[in-house]
């Protein structure tokens, strides 16, 4: 909450001092839910990834971009595999969102589709494990996209507190949502996830 005030009041200093510390609180929830999985060292890499895009410019975005490249692979190595129906879903989504944005990204287009292929696949082998998870992965890429729209040089209408609300969101489902999975047990086959 202070994170997105300091984004929508644009207080850099605040921006500073709460954006790097939204993911080792949740790693602090999982270590305490007796969590120490590829989810912790997936937010291990978010947290790099926050502190990187904090920096203006191109190469602190592209080093941002490779810190949440490792998030997102840590997901995917933690997460089942993907149903073929959620594979079909984002596969079209993917697709369509870098046919959008590619004409306008410049020298960040390669980077771009590769980091939103690997994002795309964290949320459809989200939506595998349980509701909540499956919202957080896709809040993910809602994060992202707007990021991504942003580097195409698209702003709307509170841009970045809106970046922020569906990241911290998605990070504290991913989280919850996560430990909620485990500590009930893998989900029969034909049963709902655990929400």
């Known amino acids: 909450m202070i994170e997105i005030v300091a984004v929508a009041a644009d207080w850099t200093a605040l921006q500073w001092i709460a954006k790097p510390l939204l993911a080792p609180v949740l790693i602090g929830y999982l270590l305490q839910r007796g969590r120490r999985d590829m989810v912790v060292v997936a937010l291990c890499f978010a947290t790099a990834g926050d502190i990187a895009l904090l920096v203006p410019g191109e190469v602190a975005f592209l080093a941002g971009m490779l ?3 490792g998030t997102q692979l840590c997901l995917i190595a933690a997460f089942p595999k993907p149903s ?9 989504f993917w697709v369509a969102a870098n046919a959008m944005l590619w004409s ?4 960040l287009r390669v980077p771009v589709l590769v980091y939103s292929l690997t994002l795309t696949a964290m949320a459809a082998a989200a939506a595998g494990v349980s509701r909540r998870v499956a919202v957080g992965g896709a809040l993910f890429l809602v994060s992202d996209l707007l990021i991504g729209v942003g580097a195409a040089g698209v702003r709307l209408p509170a841009h970045d507190v809106l970046v922020m609300v569906t990241y911290a969101a998605a990070l504290g489902l991913i989280a919850t949502g996560w430990t909620r999975a485990c500590e009930r047990g893998p989900s029969p086959a034909g049963q709902k996830a655990p929400v």
Do not use: E
């Not at 073929?84 to 079209?92: I, S, V």
């Not at 306008?104 to 020298?107: M, Y």
């Open 84 to 92: 073929g129906r959620a594979c079909l879903a984002y596969g079209a």
């Open 104 to 107: 306008k990204l410049g020298t």
């Open 67 to 69: 810190f949440f490249l």
